[in-house]
């Protein structure tokens, strides 16, 4: 099962500091907008995202259809089907992907010490893939 690009979704108290921090340890903003509180942060292969205000703890985070570097697959498992398959297996759903839907859309699950695992399609390699 591929899940996408992987990153760790932080619940930070001030999107400054945990950014000026991230920086020393090598990390650069990859995306996102610091006057809505998110950063996307980038270390070679690896993302961080930051979040001031938005969740209450930390949240694993997959992004089907794009890989390390935010960009478009051409093939890829759609979040509606990653989300029947794990259904199938016994996992149970904190939030669910209307599978009558097409696009963006995402799924939320926990393991089973509580940490919360979000699977979040964007619309982004949509728009690209029509180019």
Known sequence: MELGAFSVSLAVKDIEASKRFYE????????????QNWLIMKNGDHAIGLF????????LTFNPGWNSDA??????????????????????????????????ASFMIADPDGNTILVDQHGRWRETMAQ
């Open 24 to 35: 020393k340890l090598g990390f650069t903003v990859f995306a996102g907008d610091q006057s």
């Open 52 to 59: 001031q205000g938005m969740f209450e703890k930390n949240i």
């Open 71 to 104: 960009q478009p697959l051409r093939e890829f498992t759609d979040v509606r089907e990653l989300q029947r398959q794990l259904k199938d297996r016994g996992v149970n759903m904190i939030s669910e992907a209307d599978e009558s839907s097409t696009g963006p």
